[in-house]
């Protein structure tokens, strides 16, 4: 077991033990450092794992909290006032697999999160040692799903929130955001402005814990739950092939890092995984550095329906382009119109209403299958990370509203309903 002190300064969390950079391994103590004092480069989270078994965690809650001996999160979060996110939904999905030809393709249901979408994950961690590190406000610049969970959490924690997003989001994400009370900003410019705003912040409130910004590396580690519960919720295996949805790039990664750790830990046997990553053409600055075999992601102006993917500047692309060479996998991007239609398709065959995230990725599924990238014969599991009913205008101009007809028999024979077909 790693040993542990309550001298001031040095938070308790969990068995994490320090921080290391991913550049040049250079270690630190933990705190709310993000960046290596060596070479600038990002700070990773350090364990010393306990011997840990299934049943361990079996034992656990229903939510993120069940994996807490794996995440840099004080011993006793599961009985503090958090949003409990997690142990979503993995739906065996064999009405989109038999349209697309495949045999075993799960969906991963983030939506079903408190805030429907991935978010609720890994703003709870940093949540919870951003407030083992003396912070006492939550703050973020968010793309629209991280603004709602970092406002719904702090609302949970009692502590205040400081939130900013580009004013062109969705209204759909600006209201669940608003409703939760706390500070929220609405900025003229895009999210990398919103991000470059929320940096200086940072530096100027020192009490103010940005989640994706000076706690990222505690932050970051919420999504590798994802990657936990996935082999756990399919009988502690891994799968053969994941399409993950990628912004910052760091879900993807931490996905990637959740797999690792449980083979290390031998919670499941190490059999290989392909990771794929998905973006939207008109913002797809990784899928381009992987089409072009570049190392380093050059930036963009994102200009895309899928709203929350729009990061122009992606904080983990060349890290999510390690991933997919190292397993195998792949980096690709679709059009809006392909995102719309990927969208119907998958609540049409699955009755799974994703946001346009959710349809980036049906739609690179199916990119991925046609260019022969994807095996369709393979085990596959794919993210919907958040929920359709916050972005609905991109759906709006796709569905027929029905016709009124009058409340008889007769009306309803004449509109020709009762020869409607199923879809
Ligand atoms: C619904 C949804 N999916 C996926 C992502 C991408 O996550 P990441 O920035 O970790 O790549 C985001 C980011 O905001 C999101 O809101
Ligand atoms: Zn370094």
């Not at 993000?34 to 794992?49: Q, T």
């Not at 062109?168 to 705003?197: P, S, W």
């Not at 912040?201 to 970051?220: K, S, T």
């Amino acid at each position: 077991m790693p040993v542990q002190t309550d001298a001031p300064g040095i938070p308790l969390l969990g068995n994490a033990t320090g921080l290391s950079c991913r550049e040049c391994g250079n270690t630190s103590p933990l705190g709310p450092y993000y960046a290596c004092e060596m070479c600038f480069g990002p700070l990773e989270v350090c364990y010393d794992f306990p011997r840990l078994t299934r049943a361990d965690i079996e034992a656990g809650p229903n939510n993120i909290w069940r994996y807490a001996q794996l995440l840099p999160v004080p011993a006793d979060i599961a009985d503090r006032p958090t949003t409990q996110p997690g142990y979503t939904k993995l739906i065996r999905a064999d009405g989109l697999a038999a349209e697309l030809g495949m045999r075993r393709l799960w969906i991963k249901d983030d939506s079903g999160n408190p805030t429907h979408s991935f978010k609720d994950r890994v703003v709870a961690v940093a949540l919870a040692a951003a407030t083992e590190m003396g912070f006492k406000v939550l703050a973020c610049p968010s793309t629209g799903n991280l603004a709602n969970a970092v406002a719904a959490a702090a609302a949970r924690a009692g502590i205040r929130s400081v939130v900013l997003v580009p004013a062109n989001l969705e209204m759909q994400k600006i209201l669940t955001t608003a409703v939760y009370g706390g500070t929220f900003v609405t900025v003229d410019g895009n999210y990398d402005d919103v991000n470059r705003l929320a940096s200086e912040l940072a530096g100027e409130h020192e009490d103010w814990a940005f989640v994706n910004v000076n706690v990222r590396p505690y932050y970051a580690e919420g999504s590798k739950t994802l990657g936990f519960e996935i082999a756990e919720q399919l009988g502690w295996r891994l799968p053969d092939q994941i399409v993950v949805p990628v912004a910052s790039g760091a879900q993807l990664v931490k996905i990637d890092k959740g797999f690792t750790e449980l083979a290390e830990l031998g919670l499941v046997e190490s059999t290989p995984w392909k990771v794929f990553g998905a973006q939207a053409t008109g913002c797809s600055p990784v899928s381009e550095a992987f089409a072009q075999g570049w190392d380093v992601v050059r930036p963009v102006k994102p200009d895309t329906i899928a709203k929350s993917l729009a990061i122009g500047n992606p904080a983990d692309g060349p890290y999510v382009l390690d991933v997919v060479r190292r397993t195998g996998g792949a980096v690709a991007d679709v059009s809006d119109a392909e995102v719309v239609d990927s969208m119907g398709l998958l609540a049409r065959t699955q009755g799974v209403f994703g946001e346009t995230a959710g349809g980036v990725t049906v739609g690179v599924l199916r990119k991925l299958l046609a260019s022969g990238q994807l095996d369709p014969d393979a085990e596959t599991v794919i993210i919907n990370s958040g929920d359709g009913l916050k972005t609905l205008d991109a759906v709006a101009p796709t569905v027929t509203v029905p016709a009124m007809i009058k409340p008889t028999i007769d009306a309803f024979q004449a509109a020709g309903f009762e020869a409607a077909p199923l879809s």
